[in-house]
């Protein structure tokens, strides 16, 4: 059974870094059926897929956010990490690593494995 774990720090300041990482277990990220995405839900909203890694590393993001957002990953460790520069209060959300065939999707049935989330404020 694979499983996800996200952690990070739970408050980050305006104009910083928020940087989060996804330690995966019972499973590889090196493998080659499988894409790990970072999706997040603002207070009161609906989910927002981020961006993703995929097998050989390749990288994919969503053009609201690619910008600011950079997703990489340490295979030594079998982990993936997100890290959104510049946050504004916007950015407040509960943040979720998960990981699926496929990736883009905004839904909890389009993915295999999700992490509990972590919520993440951004305030002063």
């Known amino acids: 059974q694979v499983q996800l774990q996200e952690s990070g720090p739970g408050l980050v300041k305006p104009s910083q870094t928020l940087s989060l990482t996804c330690t995966v277990s019972?499973?590889?990220?090196?493998?080659?059926?499988?894409?790990w995405s970072w999706i997040r839900q603002p207070p009161g909203e609906g989910m927002e897929w981020m961006g993703a890694?995929?097998?050989?590393?390749?990288?994919y993001y969503n053009p609201s956010l690619k910008s600011r957002t950079s997703i990489s990953r340490d295979t030594s460790k079998n982990q993936f990490t997100l890290q959104v520069s510049n946050v504004t209060p916007e950015d407040t959300a509960v943040y979720y690593c998960a990981s699926g065939p496929a990736y883009g999707g905004n839904r909890k049935d389009q993915y295999h494995y999700w992490g509990q989330g972590t919520q993440v404020t951004v305030s002063s």
């Open positions: 019972g499973g590889s990220i090196n493998s080659p059926y499988d894409y």
């Open positions: 890694i995929g097998p050989i590393g390749s990288t």
